[in-house]
């Protein structure tokens, strides 16, 4: 400003609640523009990695691009919203940057079938600053390109140990859950029922309303798959202790329509000895229960 004075020019005022595309591009990092409508969107094309889909080799312009987007809010805020092309081994550092610096997961799930690699969608939500959610917007798009940068192309599968075949101490795992645990042909698993209403009717864990996770492989080196059921509020909470614990959180989304609270689900994975994975979902049990502790 002091040297477009000098110079004898004057610069264009933002009207009030408007948002200034040259911050939030300065605080990104990426070109943004501003709609007509006043959203200031930014971009990044994924033309670091060749995508097929069903044979084809898909152009990214056709739908692998990740965008966010920033709407004005009262006293100078602005909310975003936004959606990251993530490949598989980008899902967790992605998901990490986002919630060290602020900024709310809602979805990820996938938008092709038969694509090679698999490619998956990120969304993130906050309020906030314009500039600090622009700055949470770069370092999640810093944090996948720094995954390709050590490895161009995506991985295969996570590191660590490949579970076999062996036996899981349903009861240990009980303990540590705090929950019933059952041996389904050597696999420990433990379900969890929550009830809610469809479409005016009851429903409860027969009809789907379910946490639960399953263990298998070997006390020593397992496997536990999983699904977590959540109101909006238990979302984020459960997300981030999932991740605090090292547990692959491998897709948000809802299983129903017109059901009462709204709820959601995330999908989950970790390797491990047994007891670790059996903390960490207790440690994102103990997270969803503390939403409602006054």
Do not use: C
């Amino acid at each position: 400003m002091a040297a477009a004075m000098l110079l004898g020019l004057a610069l264009p005022a933002l009207a009030a609640g408007q948002l200034d595309p040259k911050a939030i591009g300065a605080a990104s990092g990426a070109t943004a523009t501003t709609t007509p409508d006043g959203v200031v969107k930014i971009g990044w094309s994924r033309t670091d990695v060749a995508v097929t889909v069903d044979g084809m080799k898909l152009p990214p312009a056709a739908g692998l691009g990740s965008w966010a987007a920033f709407s004005p809010m009262a006293g100078g805020r602005a909310m975003v919203m936004g959606d990251t092309v993530v490949f598989q081994d980008e899902v967790d550092a992605a998901m990490d940057a986002a919630f060290a610096h602020g900024l709310t997961v809602t979805a990820l799930h996938n938008h092709f079938f038969y694509d090679t690699p698999k490619v998956y969608f990120m969304h993130i939500g906050g309020e906030g600053s314009p500039e600090t959610l622009a700055a949470g917007v770069k370092a999640v798009w810093t944090a996948i390109r720094a995954v390709r940068r050590a490895h161009p192309r995506p991985a295969a599968g996570f590191a660590g140990i490949t579970p076999t075949v062996g036996h899981i101490n349903a009861d240990a795992l009980s303990k540590i859950v705090g929950q019933p645990a059952v041996d389904l042909q050597g696999i420990a698993k433990i379900t969890i029922g929550r009830t809610g209403s469809m479409q005016g009717m009851p429903v409860g864990g027969s009809m789907g309303l379910t946490t639960w996770a399953a263990f298998s492989g070997s006390d020593n080196a397992a496997a536990m798959d999983g699904d977590f059921i959540m109101a909006a509020t238990e979302v984020q909470p459960v997300l981030q202790a999932l991740r605090k614990a090292g547990i692959h959180v491998v897709a948000l989304h809802n299983h129903m329509m017109d059901v009462q609270p709204d709820l959601y689900f995330t999908h989950f994975w970790g390797k491990g000895p047994a007891a670790e994975l059996a903390r960490g979902f207790r440690a994102a049990l103990d997270a969803q229960a503390a939403v409602h502790k006054p």
